[in-house]
């Protein structure tokens, strides 16, 4: 008797099992970040409330000398006067009003609780 090969042919167990490659893909939403309600009122500058400050009528703008903004609201601690001698300090509440700063009324801004909270006191309760 002679015994036959042939030749790439097995019965062996491990060649039998079949390799197989299985390939997941997973879409992942695009994430999006929108920046329009952190940016709430004009810009919190020196130069902002200033320009709010020369622009509104009788207000003899000698120098802003501190300054907090809260959303729409603002404080600044300044000097008003027509020259050095006869100046005062004062504090002035702002709102926005488009891109700029307004003057505001203080009395009714903070009697009415408009000024927010975490500028409040700076803006309402000092002279």
Do not use: E
């Amino acid at each position: 008797m002679v015994a036959l090969a042939l030749a790439g042919c097995s019965n062996s167990p491990a060649a039998l099992a079949k390799s197989t490659t299985t390939t997941t893909t997973t879409t992942v939403p695009p994430t999006t970040t929108s920046t329009s309600a952190a940016a709430v009122g004009p810009p919190c500058t020196s130069a902002a409330i200033t320009a709010g400050i020369q622009a509104s009528p009788n207000n003899d703008l000698i120098a802003v000398n501190g300054f907090g903004c809260s959303g729409a609201w603002a404080w600044a601690g300044v000097t008003l006067g027509t020259n050095a001698q006869s100046s005062f300090d004062a504090i002035m509440v702002l709102m926005a009003s488009g891109p700029a700063w307004a003057v505001a009324d203080r009395a009714t801004a903070c009697n009415q609780h408009l000024v927010p909270a975490d500028i409040y006191n700076d803006a309402c309760t000092t002279s």
